[in-house]
């Protein structure tokens, strides 16, 4: 199932903030579960890219020390109209993809 | 003795400690008095910043409140919400009108028929039952948000609990006597964390004023990451005093949340809400 | 676990696949691997070096660091990097100096992205948030004591 992501992006002066909303559990794999004895299984998003009208513009790596149902923003130059995507996948190789046109 | 909130405040003498543990006050009297206590004590905080609870007494807080409701988490469960109204809509609408920005502002109110409090959930399950579909659980889960996709929709409204009955009169009394008698272990009550001590720090934790207490339920919390009502979080709050919580939905947390909820008048109501 | 290999063309997941096949990625864009190494190290020092290949920084004034003071909830603490003061940023990387794993992320900005990021840690006890950033083939650093307390009344 595609991980779910919210996304916002509004150009001011040619500067644009992308913010992302994220349903993930970010298990980091060291968390006990107490019925088990045994840790809870990593799973996390590992890798974040952001592309602006196809080119590349945020290559992010992320731990599961990133909270859970993460949020990120990032800023770009670019302007209103301007097509931004993100895309991610997790450790299980789970995936999840967005985009907008940036207000 | 009756002792209102102010005086005893005044004096510095715990309501609780002097008066009987029934008493009969006039609700609006009682009201103005602890508004007008949360005045005297934080003169700089407007009235209408109380719907925004303890992060009105630490800007460090309040930043960090802030930059988490810019973008909450919560939106998932409104989204939930509003998938449940819709799948029941006929159900639903039949109970409540097709209006979902009116209905969270009506609620508690007292029915007079059966001299009970009648809450938002009960409401929402009442309306269920009597159309033979299956309750929510009380706590969390669908209920919650469903509840959080009308609290979002009446964001803005104002809270107008109405008291014009002795019963509603009895209900609001009984409320305030759980609010303010001591209880569970360390033999404490609602108003001497929420009322007293609003804003001072519990251990590592914030007191937040009663003064807008119901404004932001259900709330999203940091640490459930996850939604909960206001019952789940009486519930919660009694355990960890070490006092026997009362359940859900029950005579006492309905007039409890009667009592509360009329004391948060005037106010914006702001759910759902996200907190630690 | 398989690692996502760019430059092989093998990919695990959809949505890189999906952007290779319609030349939105060019070879010129390689996603580097996840930085195994990195993101294994269990001290800030070695983590720097997993990212940047060298652990040496100088403070900068000019990195703003925005954290909180008291974290509300350790497990969601707001940490925002913005380091648009600098010319030529090339990445920041966040760590939390006493996590058991320092390296909580990284972003490495090409084409028309800004230093900029914003993200949620968590943090398991008081310690400091650290950026670091890569600008003009240099590192810089600021950090910031963040105190995580456990043990309200609240629950």
């Known amino acids: ?103 | 003795m009756k002792k209102t909130l102010l005086i005893a405040l005044t004096l510095g003498v715990s309501v609780a400690a002097t008066s009987s543990m029934a008493t009969t006050v006039d609700p609006e009297t009682d009201r103005q008095q602890m508004v007008d206590f949360f005045k005297a004590k934080s003169p700089k905080i407007d009235f209408n910043e109380y719907k925004d609870g303890g992060y009105i007494y630490s800007a460090d807080a309040k930043a960090q409140w802030e930059a988490a409701e810019e973008f909450p988490p919560y939106l998932d469960s409104i989204d939930a919400g509003e998938a449940a109204w819709n799948k029941d809509q006929a159900v639903f609408e039949k109970c409540f009108g097709s209006d979902v920005s009116k209905i969270r502002p009506k609620y508690p109110y007292f029915d007079e028929a059966s001299q009970e409090v009648v809450t938002l959930e009960g409401s929402i399950n009442k309306c269920r039952t009597d159309a033979g579909l299956k309750p929510y659980k009380w706590k969390k889960g669908t209920l919650a948000q469903v509840s959080a996709y009308l609290a979002y929709n009446s964001r803005g409204e104002k809270v107008n609990v109405k008291i014009e009955s002795e019963g509603a009169k009895k209900a609001f009394n009984e409320g305030r006597d759980i609010y303010v008698n001591p209880t569970g272990q360390f033999s404490l009550s609602c108003a001497e964390c929420h009322t007293y001590n609003a804003g001072r720090y519990a251990r590592a934790d914030l007191l937040s004023p009663n003064l807008g207490h119901t404004t932001h339920f259900p709330v999203f919390r940091a640490k459930w990451q996850n939604l909960g009502t206001l019952h789940r979080r009486y519930g919660g709050c009694h355990k960890n005093m070490r006092a026997k919580p009362f359940k859900a939905q029950s005579k006492e947390y309905r007039n409890l949340e009667f009592f509360q909820a009329y004391m948060s008048n005037g106010l914006e109501i702001n759910g759902p809400g996200y907190r630690k | 676990m398989k690692r996502r290999s760019f430059l092989k063309g093998t990919l695990a997941t959809g949505a890189a696949a999906v952007a290779v096949n319609a030349g939105l990625l060019t070879p010129s864009t390689v996603l580097a691997e996840w930085n195994k190494a990195a993101f294994s190290a269990k001290s800030t020092d070695d983590a720097l070096n997993g990212v940047f290949g060298s652990s040496a920084t100088a403070a900068s004034g000019d990195i703003k660091l925005k954290a909180p003071a008291i974290a509300e909830n350790g497990a969601v603490t707001p940490v925002t990097v913005d380091a648009t003061a600098m010319s030529g940023v090339e990445s920041i990387a966040i760590l939390a100096s006493k996590n058991p794993i320092p390296l909580v992320c990284t972003y490495a900005f090409a084409g028309s992205a800004i230093g900029y990021a914003s993200t949620r840690i968590k943090m398991g006890e008081t310690m400091n948030v650290i950026a670091v950033v890569k600008a003009g083939g240099k590192l810089f650093k600021a950090e910031q004591e963040v105190k995580v307390t456990i043990g309200g009344c609240g629950g």
């Open chain 1, 1 to 103: 199932m595609a991980i779910k992501i919210r996304m916002r992006g509004k150009s001011k002066g040619g500067v644009a903030e992308v913010k992302a909303l994220i349903k993930h559990p970010m298990e980091s794999g060291v968390r006990m579960n107490k019925k088990t004895g045994k840790p809870f299984p990593a799973k996390f998003i590992d890798t974040v890219t952001v592309t602006v009208n196809g080119a590349a513009a945020v290559d992010s790596q992320w731990s599961g020390a990133v909270s859970a149902n993460p949020y990120m923003a990032i800023k770009v130059n670019a302007n209103s109209g301007d097509e931004v995507k993100l895309s991610l996948t997790d450790n299980t190789g789970a995936a999840g993809e967005a985009s907008l046109k940036l207000k």
